[in-house]
């Protein structure tokens, strides 16, 4: 006698419903026609790669000696950076404190409010912060300050997004609890908004912090003082050395804050 | 009711919690120190608001339209350049995802290595790379989407080894009590398992690389950044009005479009 009755069941193979179609070769088959287009399109030939890789290797070794004699040059330039950033993030920290409570659904005073706020903050980040920081370069002159101006409106952008769509995610019996005691708008906002969101606005207030250190190091290119234009003037010269040294502060100085930052958010979280 | 305890902060002893004030404390402080070095002048600011008028009003001309076909073309260029970038970056994460993910790696020593090898990726950002793409292969494309492949590995290798961190073991376990390999486990268990938080990272990559892409032109790096910073430095503000509103029209359209999929993933709609 079996124990398990390993028999075919009675029901017809017929009646089965059919194997589900694969439709993944096709997926893979379009995606890498549309790639090769692009290739042909772009003019990107693998010889020219090929030589490039050659190429690369002997062009990487001329960064081999970084050349720290102008090191307190270069740290100053990047206390510059870090300082830009810093000015660009708390900017954007106040637009977006007042934007964002308008730009979500569940706080918004009235739909006209959310769809211009929604609005506002969309055309702040799609406008890109190079772009931003050539229009304040040639309002302002040349500076750290311009920079620091593109990077506040930028990310203001990014930041009330995010706060928006924090404030958005609140439990509804928060929002009810606090409007029933009669709070008006700016009520709302601080006492069921804000400290609700308040652990995770600050996740994305280190995230916007980090990123504009990133981009800030880059402004100079246009300008907009910092190390970027160091970097900038140091590669047009082919001074090698210098470059790897720049190149090596903007790594280290990067990763400092990268680190800081994941530190400071395991803590919060 | 006085209007003073209307305002009363919501914490025990009506007074603002101390973390929050130190925190407003340290950052006033600090902002205060460096505003020497950022050359924050008020005056100066309050006295540009007339040129930045003066700016807005000369992008109000009218467009020079025999610009489009070259805009045109320029933006296909920015848009094929994100895609390349990219799709490059996809096939190189998925591998350096698996080793960088802590239940995922094959040893905790290569989980150490690439997390740092990613980390050093994503630190600088993507024009800088191009400045030394640009010298080492040329002027064109093909620098520009170098750039954006190498640091997008950076962050899409990070977001997706935090999916893979995240899956569900019970499935893992499932699959190995199969007696399936080490390959199989993490092909038929964990990559299905994270790849909708996958595609959420590649729209959000997307996103961020087409930004990257359109002023990667600036260092001669193809895309549309070169005939910005051209039609800038020229004061050809009857092009500069048009570019402006590409770029805004393209990310905008990718944002909203992302946006949209990014939520019918989270409702479980597409996967």
Known sequence: ?269 | MTTVSTWRWPTPDGRPPLPLLAGMTVLLAMLWLTAPVVEVDFVRLAGSFGKMIDFAAQMFVAPDWAYVPQLLAKMLETIEMTLLGTAIAIVISLPMGILAARNATPHVAVYRVTRDLLSLMRALPELVWALVFVSAVGLGPLPGVMALAFVTVGFMGKFFAESIEVVDNKAVEGVRAHGAGWLQVRLFAMLPQALPDFVGTVMYILDHNLRAAAILGLVGAGGIGYDLVMSMRLFQYERLLLIALAIYLVVTVLDRASDRLRSRIIHGKVL
């Open chain 1, 1 to 269: 006698m079996k124990l398990v009755d390993t028999t075919p069941s009675a029901v017809p193979a017929a009646t089965l419903p059919p194997k589900p179609r694969n439709p993944l070769p096709i997926w893979v088959a379009a995606t890498l026609a549309i790639l090769w287009l692009i290739i042909i399109d772009l003019d990107i030939s693998f010889e020219v790669l090929a030589y490039g890789v050659a190429d690369m290797g002997e062009y990487f070794s001329r960064y081999g000696q970084p050349d720290f004699s102008d090191l307190s040059r270069y740290l100053a330039l990047m206390g510059v950076t870090l300082a830009t950033a810093l000015w660009g993030t708390t900017l954007a920290l106040v637009v977006a404190f007042f934007l964002a409570p308008l730009a979500a659904r569940n706080f918004a005073p009235n739909p006209i409010a959310y769809r211009l706020a929604r609005e506002t903050l969309n055309f702040m980040r799609a406008m890109p912060d190079l772009l931003l920081a050539l229009i304040f370069v040639s309002a302002l002159g040349l500076g750290p300050l311009p920079g620091a101006l593109a990077l506040g409106v930028h990310t203001a952008g990014f930041l009330g997004k995010f706060f928006a769509e924090s404030l958005e995610r609140i439990d509804n019996g928060v929002c009810e609890g606090v409007a029933s005691t009669g709070a008006n708008f700016p009520q709302m906002v601080m006492y069921a908004g804000w400290p609700s969101i308040l652990r995770e606005a600050l996740g994305y207030v280190l995230y916007i912090l980090d990123r504009n250190v990133r981009m800030a190091s880059v402004l100079g290119l246009v300008g907009a003082g910092g190390i970027g234009l160091a970097l900038h003037d140091t590669l047009r010269l082919f001074e090698y050395g210098q470059s790897a040294a720049l190149i090596l502060v903007i790594l280290a100085t990067i990763l400092i804050i990268d680190y800081a930052s994941a530190w400071l958010r395991r803590r919060l979280g």
